[in-house]
């Protein structure tokens, strides 16, 4: 990992101003009843509706799921100042006046999770909300809702964070978590220094939780780490090999295989996999897309953008439900017409860093091959424009390639990448920023492949490092913000500092 003592003072003194920059980008709502677009108009409270009397409470754990353009669901667990669970949550589009007609009872886990789903909300409207069903909403207790599908929100661009292998917090790897929070802070510097927009969609890469998966583990590497941001940006994840326990070095078939190293696994009848008990993903293309009948693999829209999670950890080692997770996307992407495709997944297809596509380490990175030689294709087929995946405790970003199915000695720029005429790959900046419909082939049939697992350790390389189907590579620690509007898509990797080392456009 890289960790020093000016990391540590660069630190203190942002945390130190923490609470400004959540102000500022961390989705802080606008003031109270003030509108902020054409769909939240200003409308005044009526006085003689009626509002709600219950008491706030403060969970251990408070995070969104399947925000869309007209539901969301409020998850929490827990209440840190002791005392009972809240059971139900009040919502409204004012901060201080949260109807009593909005009180929605919540549904218990046999993990004791309390989730609640809002329904009939207006698409791109900010919400507020009081877990314990108050009258008011604390300041970080918001969300805006999607765009209708198809659609760009009012402010004209969708904002995704990009996190990998991020649960360092807490593990034996990192115990004070200071890495994952610098690259927090690192992003939350450089959004409050760009014009504070708030963060649309949480995308995980999988890794969320070292070493193995743990409900505790969680705990602390994901919902002690990002609560503000959770509290009101939806959060979306990919399972990672950690996830599936045995220090990330399972090859299990099934999620019921899962086996915790360390810790304990969560208690039957639900799900032995912390990782499945924990997130409420669309199994029936409740937020978009096509059914996929599993939350280890699904869809979604956000407005003009459509993102997949594949789970390429378990499915894809299993030969019928790795056909059946093909065949799916291929009929998801097929149905879908938004502007962009991103998809996000574990294993990068293309990698030097602390892992090596080269080499299938006695199957357990055989997903890394599964990846390239079978679903790469059907990606630059239908439309894909972006894939993320982590693993690797590294930043790597790629050219803009299609057909690259072999090792790495077998990549040639005139073959597999956007290129200039004479062989020369194009960087995706400045003047040579991508098309969506390559000039090259005249067709939507490239991906920019990113390696972003540095989000709370970044670590080595392999031998051949950097790969040569990557334009930019480097180890060091940081995440990836993405910016989508109706005509451009730029990606960002933020470091520590809220600096930008490296970016690419694509333009429609």
């Known amino acids: 990992m890289l960790n020093s003592t000016l990391s540590r003072s660069r630190s203190i003194a942002v945390l130190a101003a923490l609470a400004g920059l959540l102000a500022a980008c961390g989705n802080s709502p606008p003031p109270a009843d003030v509108a902020d677009s054409?769909?939240?108009?200003?409308?005044?409270?009526?006085?003689?509706?009626?509002?709600?009397?219950?008491?706030?409470?403060?969970?251990?754990r408070l995070f969104l799921q399947q925000v869309g353009a007209d539901r969301a669901i409020i998850k929490w667990r827990g209440n840190v100042d002791g005392g009972d669970e809240a059971t139900d949550v009040c919502f409204g589009t004012h901060?201080?006046?949260?109807?009593?007609?909005?009180?929605?009872?919540?549904?218990?886990?046999?993990?004791?999770?309390?989730?609640?789903?809002?329904?009939?909300?207006?698409?791109d409207t900010t919400y507020y909300y009081s877990?314990?069903?108050?009258?008011?909403?604390?300041?970080?207790?918001?969300?805006?809702?999607?765009?209708v599908t198809g659609e760009s929100p009012a402010d004209g661009n969708v904002r995704m964070w990009v996190l990998g292998d991020s649960g360092t917090a807490g593990s034996t790897i990192d115990p004070e978590g200071g890495d994952a929070r610098d690259v927090r802070d690192g992003y939350l510097t450089w959004a409050a220094n760009n014009g504070g927009e708030p963060t649309d969609l949480i995308l995980m890469l999988g890794d969320a939780a070292y070493l193995d998966g743990t409900d505790a583990q969680f705990q602390s590497a994901v919902f002690e780490t990002y609560p503000d941001?959770?509290?009101?940006?939806?959060?979306?994840?990919?399972?990672?090999n950690h996830e599936m326990g045995v220090s990330g070095l399972s090859t299990a078939t099934s999620t019921g295989l899962y086996l915790p190293a360390q810790g304990q696994r969560d208690p039957l009848p639900a799900s032995p996999m912390p990782y499945l008990n924990i997130h409420t993903l669309p199994t029936q293309g409740e937020n978009g897309g096509e059914p996929s009948n599993t939350e280890q693999y699904y869809s979604f829209d956000y407005g003009n953008v459509h993102v997949v999670s594949l789970d390429s950890q378990v499915a894809i080692r299993d030969s019928g439900n790795n056909e059946t997770m093909k065949q799916w996307l291929i009929n998801d992407l097929s149905a879908s017409s938004n502007d962009w495709t991103l998809v996000i997944f574990h294993h990068p297809p293309y990698t030097k860093g602390s892992h090596d596509s080269d080499s299938a380490v006695l199957g357990i990175d055989q997903p890394i091959f599964d990846i390239?030689?079978?679903?790469?294709?059907?990606?630059?087929?239908?439309?894909?424009?972006?894939?993320?995946?982590?693993?690797?405790?590294?930043y790597e970003r790629s050219f803009y390639l299609n057909g690259h199915t072999g090792l790495e000695a077998s990549?040639?720029?005139?073959?597999?990448?956007?290129?200039?005429?004479?062989?020369?790959?194009?960087?995706?900046?400045d003047d040579q920023e991508y098309r969506q419909i390559s000039n090259n082939s005249g067709v939507d049939d490239k991906v920019v492949y990113t390696v972003a697992g540095s989000s709370g350790q970044a670590t080595s390389t392999s031998d051949g490092y950097p790969h040569n189907a990557m334009a930019y590579s480097e180890i060091v620690l940081g995440s990836v913000v993405i910016d989508a509007t109706a005509t451009t898509l730029t990606a960002r990797f933020i470091n520590i500092d809220g600096d930008v080392l490296d970016f690419f456009v694509i333009n429609r």
């Open 38 to 60: 054409p769909t939240n108009p200003v409308d005044p409270v009526d006085p003689n509706v009626e509002l709600c009397s219950g008491t706030e409470i403060n969970p251990e």
């Open 95 to 123: 901060m201080n006046a949260l109807p009593a007609s909005s009180l929605t009872a919540a549904n218990v886990t046999e993990t004791e999770h309390r989730e609640a789903l809002l329904t009939g909300l207006t698409p």
């Open 131 to 147: 877990v314990g069903g108050a009258a008011s909403a604390l300041q970080t207790r918001h969300f805006r809702t999607a765009p």
């Open 229 to 240: 941001i959770l509290s009101s940006a939806g959060l979306w994840s990919t399972i990672g």
């Open 372 to 394: 390239r030689e079978q679903y790469t294709e059907i990606f630059e087929d239908h439309g894909v424009d972006l894939a993320y995946s982590g693993h690797s405790h590294s």
């Open 411 to 429: 990549f040639d720029p005139n073959v597999h990448a956007e290129h200039d005429g004479a062989g020369n790959p194009l960087t995706g900046q």
